[in-house]
T-cell receptor
Framework: NAGVTQTPKFRVLKTGQSMTLLCAQDMNHEYMYWYRQDPGMGLRLIHYSVGEGTTAKGEVPDGYNVSRLKKQNFLLGLESAAPSQTSVYFC?????????????FGQGTRLTVV | DAKTTQPPSMDCAEGRAANLPCNHSTISGNEYVYWYRQIHSQGPQYIIHGLKNNETNEMASLIITEDRKSSTLILPHATLRDTAVYYCIDRSQGNLIFGKGTKLSVKP
């Protein structure tokens, strides 16, 4: 029973490099989210998706792109990494039941941009 | 921005009840209040949610004021493993918006 799995768990990038973070969920959830968390801060929403083939911007979308080609996967891309993108990235998924949302989170990806 | 307000930190003695307050004066009338917690640097974990009435589950109790402007999460018998950051969350456009939360330290 994997839940939400994030790949990779750790990564160090050089400024200007690109990378893709993968999020996979096995709960058949419609909704998926990408958050970032900086030291001493709460989570901030980057992008989200309400279904396969759809994506939308969250609070802090600049510098990131996302894709949801398959219902179970949500990819977060950094085209040209910057030191300001050093953070812990969390993916989550949820199934909206009426007005109630219970989100399940992955264990995070710790990204350092040098 | 987060629409909830919580104290940045609280201490609680092991075995005692931990009462974590939250102000959510701008919450809309049909939105739930959600509580999540984050242990160390793990992904946040759902605890409980409520609309108007008090709620209880195996993890915690949630007391919501009649005017819905504030709520209190109660951990009835806190253990060392309850040390975490607790988030009181409103939804914006259907998404969970996290503030900085309350860092609860349970001490022996």
């Amino acid at each position: 029973n994997a839940g939400v799995t994030q790949t990779p768990k750790f990564r160090v990038l050089k400024t200007g490099q690109s990378m893709t973070l993968l999020c996979a969920q096995d709960m058949n959830h419609e909704y998926m989210y990408w958050y970032r968390q900086d030291p001493g801060m709460g989570l901030r929403l980057i992008h989200y998706s309400v279904g396969e083939g759809t994506t939308a911007k969250g609070e802090v979308p600049d510098g990131y792109n996302v894709s949801r080609l398959k219902k179970q996967n949500f990819l977060l891309g950094l085209e040209s990494a910057a030191p300001s993108q050093t953070s812990v990235y969390f993916c989550a998924s949820s199934r909206l039941r009426g007005r109630f949302t219970e989100a399940f989170f992955g264990q995070g990806t710790r990204l350092t941009v040098v | 921005d987060a629409k909830t307000t919580q104290p940045p930190s609280m201490d609680c003695a092991e075995g005692r009840a931990a009462n974590l307050p939250c102000n959510h004066s701008t919450i809309s009338g049909n939105e739930y209040v959600y509580w999540y917690r984050q242990i160390h640097s793990q992904g946040p974990q759902y605890i409980i949610h409520g609309l108007k009435n008090n709620e209880t589950n195996e993890m915690a109790s949630l007391i919501i004021t009649e005017d819905r402007k504030s709520s209190t999460l109660i951990l009835p018998h806190a253990t060392l493993r309850d040390t975490a950051v607790y988030y009181c969350i409103d939804r914006s456009q259907g998404n969970l918006i996290f503030g900085k939360g309350t860092k609860l330290s349970v001490k022996p």
